[in-house]
């Protein structure tokens, strides 16, 4: 009586690990599906919880905040909470503003600039095959600049299903700090005006100018 079972059950497992199998994507599955979702978008907003884990501290800090995004090379998103901040990126222009300390930090935005301002990098998604080496574990596009990019060792995402491809994603730098931003509430193509990224700083606010590759 036994025998029979242990067969069906035997060959109901090998049809389920061959169905998982057939309907599981393939890199190029994948990033051909972020590719297209991309080129039909031309504004982002929504929200986003980010936690950033320092090696160095041994600590995780959470912070929640809003974004807005319109392509090709506009960004603005709010951190909120106990330790607020703008920043904002207009073209080839980047404003960090710490509002709680009353100072602004000015300068260039380019590749070296995305280990400061990592929700930038969803701009950077759009052309996934020029700007990195892509492999897949565990589900995830495993993401290595082809090129330098601040001190970013590799980028981890995990797709959606939804209007935008992109649910979560993990930057890992060259010291082991490690920054996950989760997406949520996400709309596309809701009509973000241009002046939305023009931002004025408040009077009494001290205004450092850098220079994003230092010196």
Do not use: H
């Not at 709010?78 to 901040?85: A, I, L, M, T």
């Not at 995305?114 to 996934?128: H, K, R």
């Amino acid at each position: 009586m036994k025998m029979p079972y242990i067969k069906l059950t035997a060959v109901l497992f090998i049809s389920l690990f061959i169905c998982n199998l057939s309907s599981a994507s393939t890199v190029e599955e994948d990033v051909q599906k972020i590719q297209n979702a991309y080129s039909k978008i031309e504004d982002i907003k929504g929200s986003f919880i980010q936690k950033s884990y320092i090696k160095d501290l041994k600590k995780t800090e959470t912070y929640k905040g809003s974004l807005l995004i319109k392509r090709p090379s506009k960004m603005r998103w709010e951190y909120k909470g106990e330790k607020p901040q703008e920043v904002i990126i207009n073209n080839d222009r980047i404003i960090i503003y710490k509002k709680t300390d009353k100072q602004a930090y000015k300068g260039n935005f380019d590749r070296q600039t995305y280990g400061q301002a990592p929700v930038a990098l969803l701009n950077g998604f759009g052309n996934i095959n020029e700007e990195f080496n892509i492999t897949k574990k565990n589900d995830r596009l495993i993401l290595k600049p082809k090129k330098p990019m601040s001190n970013i060792v590799s980028i981890e995402i995990e797709t959606s299903a939804e209007n935008f491809p992109i649910k979560y994603f993990v930057i890992n730098d060259t010291y082991s700090n490690k920054v996950e931003i989760r997406l949520e509430n996400i709309e596309i193509n809701t009509g973000v005006k241009d002046s939305i990224f023009n931002f004025s700083l408040p009077k009494g606010t001290n205004i450092y100018e850098y220079n994003s590759q230092g010196s």
